[in-house]
């Protein structure tokens, strides 16, 4: 971790011992590109344990979007015992880059966060990566895809999390399917769908009967492979629900995929059933 990023911990760690604590630390330089993570921690966090951690990826097609959009997640998830981190990645409209830069930042932030997990507090071997729409690609493609590394990342620190939290995510870029015409024949190795193999972490997938961008089919798909492979793959459906169906200003469905999720990281022991918090 680089000294700025000591310093931010050291003084939040000492200001705000038990208070929920955030910081904002920079993970990777590509050029003049700086790019940032911001922290969210759990109350009154006890610095010698090990905490799970999650690991939100914003949407906004590979082109727009910020860090903030998953901000009411993860203080919901930071207040339930998790670190939370909300990432930056490269987007075209910021930075004139295409969507391989894009997978590229999410894998050298897991792998961030997994080399500095002492300094964050977190479990190395309970990362959980989320996003919604092209972050939920992002989020699946760190775990599936074996290609789009950073040539500078330390190759020898796994970019894969333990599990998955995906909100409508954008898992197939074939012909047919999202992107395709920006990602053309690279969708073999960069499509979630089409490199789901054995060992692929337990997943769950929230995702609206109305969305026009991921076919419930594709979605139904994708479970079946998941599972012949041996994998765990939840896929919950919200009827008569369009695409962003789980964003904060739709409390009603925000409230119901936290809860899901909630539950979700229960089953695989990533969360206790207590403290109870309450969604606002």
């Not at 599936?144 to 197939?172: K, M, Q």
């Amino acid at each position: 971790m680089n000294h700025r990023s000591i310093l931010i911990g050291i003084l939040f760690f000492t200001l705000l011992p038990i208070a929920l604590a955030q910081e904002v630390v920079l993970y990777k330089e590509v050029d003049t590109t700086q790019l940032f993570i911001e922290v969210i921690y759990p109350e009154e966090m006890d610095p010698s344990q090990e905490y799970p951690a999650m690991v939100f990826f914003f949407g906004g097609g590979w082109v727009s979007g910020d860090r903030s959009h998953f901000e009411h997640q993860a203080d919901y998830f930071a207040k339930r015992g998790l670190v939370c981190f909300l990432v930056d990645y490269r987007t075209r409209s910021k930075h004139q880059t295409s969507p391989f830069e894009s997978l590229k930042d999410a894998k050298s932030a897991i792998r961030y966060i997994r080399k500095n997990a002492v300094e964050f507090h977190v479990s190395p071997s309970k990362i959980i990566a989320s996003g919604g729409s092209a972050g939920g690609h992002l989020a699946a493609a760190t775990a599936l895809s074996s290609d789009f590394n950073e040539r500078t990342d330390p190759l020898d620190i796994s970019p894969i999390p333990n599990a998955l939290v995906l909100f409508n995510p954008v898992i197939d870029n074939g012909p047919g399917g999202y992107g395709y015409e920006r990602i053309g024949e690279t969708y073999s190795s960069f499509s979630p769908l089409h490199n789901i193999r054995a060992g692929a972490p337990p997943t769950l997938l929230m995702l609206g009967t109305q969305d026009r961008l991921v076919p419930v089919i594709t979605a139904e798909y994708y479970k079946l492979v998941m599972e012949k492979v041996g994998s765990i793959c939840e896929l919950k459906l919200y009827e008569n629900q369009p695409h962003g169906f789980f964003n904060y200003p739709n409390f009603e469905y925000y409230q119901k995929t936290l809860l899901a999720a909630d539950e979700f990281l229960q089953t695989l022991g990533y969360l206790d059933d207590q403290p109870k918090v309450k969604i606002e």
